[in-house]
C-alpha cells in the first residue's frame, strides 16, 4: 500500500507557549478517503494548512507524493486540490464565471469548466449567479474550483459543515464518486464521527494535538467490537459469573453480568454453558459500544 501523505513527528506551535502538535505521523494511503476526525480545536485545521503550506514549520516533516515539501512546494501544490476554510466566491457572478476566472488564470480549457460542473452536479445552474445559489450549492462549486486543475489529491476542511441534511447527503456521494470514478485521494477533516464512518475507508482521530487512533475503519469497527459485551439477566448472577469463570471475563453490575466475547460462536457457547450449568437465563442481550461512544472514550482517555 502506497502512502500519498505521510508526516513524521509534526509539531506545531504558534507561539513559545502555544504548542498545538505534538508528533503526528499521519499516513495517508493514496486511493483513500480518509476522514481526519476531532473536535474542535483538536489541531485538524492546523495539520492541514501545514500540509497546504500555508502555515510552515521549520523542520517540518512532511512528505506528500513522495516528495518534502519544503523542497518541492510547486510541484507538489500542482497536484492538490484543497478548501480551507469559507470558499471565497464572487457572489455577483454565475457559478460558470467564477470558474471561468480561476481557469483565465491557470490556462484551464473550457471544456474543462463544463466537465467540472457536470461532475458536481452543477451544469443546470452554471448561468445562474452565485448569491442565488443554496450553501450546498455553494460548497459544490467550491469543490468544482478545488478540481479544475485535475489534482490528484483533494484536502478538504470540513466541507460539510453547516449544511443541511441534503446538501451533506450531495457532498458525501460527490466525494465518493470522486474517489471511486475520479480516482482522487481525498483527506477530510471533521468533528463528526458518523460523517466520517459514512464515507471514509481510514481514519484519524485527533483531540489536544495527538493522533490518537489511525487505521482502516475496519480497524475502527473491530475496535469497537472488542468494547462490546452480552449482557445477562441470570436467576443468580455471581454462580453464572463463577462457572464462566475459566473461559470468560464476566463483570457484575448490580443484578446483572457484562460478559465480554469475541464473535457469535462465543455467545452461542455462553449460552450453553449457563444452560448446562443450571442456571435460568431471563434475557442475553448484546450491548454494541458505538463508535460514537468509542470515539469520546478515546479521546476522554
Ligand atoms: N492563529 C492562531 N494563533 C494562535 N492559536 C491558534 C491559531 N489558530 C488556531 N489556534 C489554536 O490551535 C489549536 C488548534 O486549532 P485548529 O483550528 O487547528 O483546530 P481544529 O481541530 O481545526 O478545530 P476547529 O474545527 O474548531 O477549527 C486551538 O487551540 C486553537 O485555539
Same mark, same amino acid.
Do not use: C
Given at each position: 500500500?502506497?502512502?500519498?501523505?505521510?508526516?513524521?513527528?509534526?509539531?506545531?506551535?504558534?507561539?513559545?507557549?502555544?504548542?498545538?502538535?505534538?508528533?503526528?505521523?499521519?499516513?495517508?494511503?493514496?486511493?483513500?478517503?480518509?476522514?481526519?476526525?476531532?473536535?474542535?480545536?483538536? $489541531?485538524?485545521?492546523?495539520?492541514?494548512? =501545514? !500540509?497546504?503550506? @500555508?502555515? #510552515?514549520?521549520?523542520?517540518?516533516? &512532511?512528505? /506528500?507524493?513522495?516528495?518534502?515539501?519544503?523542497?518541492?512546494?510547486?510541484?507538489?501544490?500542482?497536484?492538490?486540490?484543497?478548501?480551507?476554510?469559507?470558499?471565497?466566491?464572487?457572489?455577483?457572478?454565475?457559478?460558470?464565471?467564477?470558474?471561468?476566472?480561476?481557469?483565465?488564470?491557470?490556462?484551464?480549457?473550457?471544456?474543462?469548466?463544463?466537465?467540472?460542473?457536470?461532475?458536481?452536479?452543477?451544469?443546470?445552474?452554471?448561468?445562474?449567479?452565485?448569491?442565488?445559489?443554496?450553501?450546498?450549492?455553494?460548497?459544490?462549486?467550491?469543490?468544482?474550483?478545488?478540481?479544475?486543475?485535475?489534482?490528484?489529491?483533494?484536502?478538504?476542511?470540513?466541507?460539510?459543515?453547516?449544511?443541511?441534511?441534503? $446538501?451533506?447527503?450531495?457532498?458525501?456521494? =460527490? !466525494?465518493?464518486? @470522486?474517489? #471511486?470514478?475520479?480516482?482522487?485521494? &481525498?483527506? /477530510?477533516?471533521?468533528?463528526?464521527?458518523?460523517?466520517?464512518?459514512?464515507?471514509?475507508?481510514?481514519?484519524?482521530?485527533?483531540?489536544?494535538?495527538?493522533?490518537?487512533?489511525?487505521?482502516?475503519?475496519?480497524?475502527?469497527?473491530?475496535?469497537?467490537?472488542?468494547?462490546?459485551?452480552?449482557?445477562?439477566?441470570?436467576?443468580?448472577?455471581?454462580?453464572?459469573?463463577?462457572?464462566?469463570?475459566?473461559?470468560?471475563?464476566?463483570?457484575?453490575?448490580?443484578?446483572?453480568?457484562?460478559?465480554?466475547?469475541?464473535?457469535?460462536?462465543?455467545?452461542?457457547?455462553?449460552?450453553?454453558?449457563?444452560?448446562?450449568?443450571?442456571?435460568?437465563?431471563?434475557?442475553?442481550?448484546?450491548?454494541?459500544?458505538?463508535?460514537?461512544?468509542?470515539?469520546?472514550?478515546?479521546?476522554?482517555?
Amino acid at each position: 500500500m502506497s502512502t500519498i501523505i505521510k508526516t513524521t513527528n509534526l509539531d506545531y506551535a504558534f507561539s513559545s507557549k502555544e504548542q498545538v502538535l505534538f508528533d503526528v505521523n499521519l499516513e495517508v494511503p493514496t486511493g483513500s478517503i480518509y476522514g481526519f476526525l476531532g473536535p474542535n480545536g483538536a $489541531g485538524k485545521t492546523t495539520t492541514l494548512k =501545514l !500540509l497546504l503550506g @500555508l502555515l #510552515q514549520t521549520r523542520n517540518s516533516n &512532511i512528505k /506528500i507524493f513522495d516528495k518534502g515539501i519544503n523542497d518541492n512546494r510547486i510541484a507538489i501544490l500542482k497536484k492538490i486540490g484543497s478548501l480551507i476554510e469559507q470558499p471565497s466566491l464572487y457572489h455577483h457572478l454565475s457559478g460558470y464565471e467564477n470558474l471561468e476566472v480561476f481557469a483565465l488564470s491557470y490556462n484551464i480549457s473550457p471544456t474543462r469548466i463544463k466537465e467540472v460542473l457536470g461532475i458536481v452536479g452543477l451544469s443546470g445552474a452554471a448561468d445562474k449567479k452565485v448569491r442565488a445559489y443554496s450553501l450546498g450549492m455553494k460548497q459544490r462549486l467550491a469543490i468544482a474550483l478545488a478540481l479544475l486543475h485535475d489534482p490528484e489529491l483533494l484536502i478538504l476542511d470540513e466541507p460539510t459543515n453547516g449544511l443541511d441534511p441534503n $446538501g451533506i447527503i450531495e457532498i458525501r456521494e =460527490l !466525494l465518493k464518486h @470522486l474517489n #471511486q470514478k475520479h480516482h482522487k485521494t &481525498i483527506l /477530510i477533516s471533521s468533528h463528526l464521527l458518523s460523517e466520517v464512518e459514512k464515507i471514509a475507508s481510514d481514519v484519524g482521530i485527533i483531540h489536544n494535538g495527538k493522533l490518537l487512533f489511525q487505521g482502516s475503519l475496519i480497524e475502527l469497527q473491530h475496535l469497537q467490537s472488542n468494547h462490546s459485551f452480552i449482557e445477562a439477566r441470570v436467576n443468580s448472577a455471581q454462580a453464572a459469573k463463577d462457572l464462566l469463570a475459566t473461559r470468560f471475563k464476566a463483570t457484575l453490575v448490580g443484578d446483572t453480568l457484562r460478559i465480554a466475547f469475541k464473535n457469535d460462536q462465543q455467545i452461542a457457547e455462553i449460552n450453553q454453558t449457563l444452560a448446562l450449568g443450571g442456571i435460568m437465563v431471563y434475557q442475553l442481550r448484546l450491548v454494541n459500544h458505538d463508535l460514537e461512544e468509542l470515539f469520546m472514550k478515546t479521546i476522554a482517555e
